[in-house]
């Protein structure tokens, strides 16, 4: 067991001073273009077997730490949040106190899945006009880089709620791998470094530029032991006082004042902060093949359509095509165009909007959705469907979603599972450094519209203490009462995609999960098909032309984490070749 342990104390600044990393190697930096999380490089994983625990997370620090969590006896809950405390450091493009969360667990004492919702919210200020100018839709970068577009954090108060209900070791202990890491100091790793080099929004902030960049105004070259002393400090007193040390007092007066600092500010307030509440939510669940899969719902777009894409090709003959063949990636999708049309139309946050959940997942839905499907010629652009009991049909509206979010999986020793997808949106969120984390950008998830051409109110358009819509896919599969996979992906809109992928992958296709996770991603968001850069599936552009498909080729760059059991009981755990991730057990 010991030798998955996190290296802690002497080993641990033992590792820092060698510049050691451990097994699964950083993946090297590829050229960033189409977006800034693409790496044009894949590094190749192998997948790990325990017999006790798995993690799987985005960073090998933050997986480390939770192994070594579960090898003191933590539960899955417990290591989940010390992986989250790590990726704040080490992967501060992506995650981190300063967003939000959505979080699916599996209790092995009942048995029940439970899902907690720390999705950020719109300010009590907020108005269906904050994204607009002469009634137009402001330029996205520049929503984004601005106080405007940062919303109430909210993933600890669902890690706080997580580990109330779950949680086996004392919440203090659990920060204690990223206060020491943020106080020694890690290596910057090629991907971070590479985002550094390539955002010209993030030197433009005072805190940030003084922090990732320097005196040079140079990013940190690859290698460099960074220091966080201030993140250090803030995770100490939220250790020792709990969530309320972010919520109020002087870690609250900083966010707010840093927000109405911004040359565009905001309007997040003390009121919004202290008032924030993370919500359980009963999960979005359906039957497939010998698997209940369940994730989290809505204002999570993300199960909700996974489920549906799955519900749909349980109608086609993909499970005996050929996983990379174009007759699969045309099932597919068509399968995604239908599922991401309902998504566009009918989800937003179900306090503000009525969400057919039910209806959508309606097995004779699915059936006459899939039917629409043509086996010679792509449908184009889908409709939006009519499912039973939905509400008069709301505008459609689209919320950018760039992929800059992290994925943590976990089963422990009990049989305890979650899995938790968490963002701070963009690129470094706001850009907004604060006490040495960074905040959110997520309320340009919000369609920046209120109405549709018609006239028609927009489901996720902004109000006042709503939640935007997201697509996080947090997801675990059941047999026989034990989890048998623990799944999900960043990836903004298209994670959507890459996890309903990697579900065909295993249970369609029998792949194992590495390989299901390492397939060229093909898919459709309702507009073009897209095909996976550099990868196989380039070939494919081809013959899905000649079905009608528009073709787009691109960087798609997932991130998924997976632990899987296997028939004889031993755990599995895969991390995407396209990140840094890593999977350890014991």
């Not at 190697?25 to 800034?36: D, F, I, M, R, T």
């Not at 566009?344 to 699915?366: H, I, T």
């Not at 184009?380 to 499912?387: F, H, I």
Request: charged share 20%.
């Amino acid at each position: 067991m010991t030798t998955f342990r996190c290296a802690m104390g002497r080993r641990f600044a033992a590792l820092l001073v060698g510049g050691l990393f451990c097994a699964g190697a950083l993946a090297a930096a590829g050229h960033e273009h189409l977006n800034p999380e693409a790496a044009s490089g894949r590094m190749a994983r192998a997948a790990a077997y325990a017999s006790h625990y798995m993690a799987s997370t985005a960073n090998p620090w933050a997986t480390r730490a939770a192994a070594d969590i579960l090898a003191r006896g933590g539960a899955a809950a417990d290591a989940a949040i010390a992986a989250q405390m790590v990726l704040n450091l080490v992967e501060p493009q992506s995650s981190g106190i300063g967003g939000g969360a959505f979080i699916v667990a599996f209790d092995p004492r009942d048995g029940g899945v439970l899902t907690y919702d720390g999705r950020e919210t719109a300010p009590a200020a907020a108005r269906a006009g904050r994204f607009l100018r002469a009634g137009e839709p402001m330029d996205f970068h520049e929503a984004v880089n601005s106080g405007r577009s940062v919303g109430v954090p909210g993933v600890l108060r669902a890690l706080w709620r997580l580990h109330q209900a779950q949680g086996r070791l004392p919440w203090a202990e659990l920060f204690q791998p990223a206060i020491h890491l943020a106080r020694a100091g890690f290596p910057v790793s090629p991907r971070l470094h590479a985002l550094l080099a390539g955002d010209r929004d993030l030197p433009r902030q005072a805190a940030a530029a003084r922090y990732f960049y320097g005196p040079d105004g140079r990013p940190w070259p690859v290698g460099h032991v960074l220091r966080n002393p201030a993140l250090a400090d803030t995770l100490a007193r939220i250790a020792r006082e709990g969530p309320d040390a972010f919520y109020e007092g002087p870690i609250a007066r900083d966010i707010v004042a840093a927000v109405a600092a911004h040359p565009v500010p905001g309007d997040l307030s003390l009121e919004d902060l202290r008032d924030y509440r993370a919500l359980e939510r009963a999960p979005v669940c359906m039957p497939y093949r010998v698997y209940r899969l369940c994730g989290a719902p809505p204002p999570s777009s993300g199960p909700l359509a996974v489920l549906q894409i799955l519900g749909i090709l349980a109608h086609t003959p993909i499970a005996r095509a050929a996983p990379e063949s174009p007759q699969a990636a045309h099932w597919f999708a068509e399968a995604g165009r239908l599922a991401y049309a309902d998504r566009d139309a009918y989800v937003a946050d179900p306090a503000f909007v009525e969400v057919p959940v039910a209806g959508m997942l309606d097995p004779a839905y699915l059936a006459a959705r899939a039917a629409l499907i043509r086996p010679g010629r792509s449908m184009g652009r889908a409709e939006a469907g009519v499912p039973p009991a939905a509400p008069p049909r709301p505008g459609a509206g689209r919320g950018l979603e760039p992929p800059s979010t992290t994925q943590v999986s976990i089963i422990d020793a009990w049989g305890g599972a979650v899995s938790m997808t968490s963002s701070i949106e963009g690129a470094f969120g706001s850009k907004l450094l604060v006490r040495g984390f960074l905040l959110n950008n997520q309320l340009t998830d919000f369609s920046f519209l209120a109405q549709d051409a018609r006239g028609r109110p927009i489901a996720n358009r902004v109000e006042a203490g709503k939640r935007p819509r997201s697509s996080m896919a947090p997801m675990l599969a059941l047999r026989d009462g034990r989890v048998a996979l623990a799944i999900g992906s960043p990836g903004g809109s298209a994670i959507i995609n890459y996890v309903a992928q990697t579900l065909v992958g295993v249970f369609d296709w029998g792949l194992g999960l590495q390989q299901a996770i390492d397939l060229p991603h093909v898919g459709s968001r309702n507009q073009a098909t897209e095909l996976e850069a550099g990868t196989p599936a380039e070939a494919l552009a081809g013959p899905l032309r000649a079905l009608g498909h528009e073709v787009r080729v691109g960087e798609f760059p997932s991130g998924l984490q997976g632990v899987q059991r296997l028939p004889d009981g031993r755990l599995l755990g895969a991390a995407d070749p396209r990140r840094e991730g890593l999977a350890l057990g014991g």
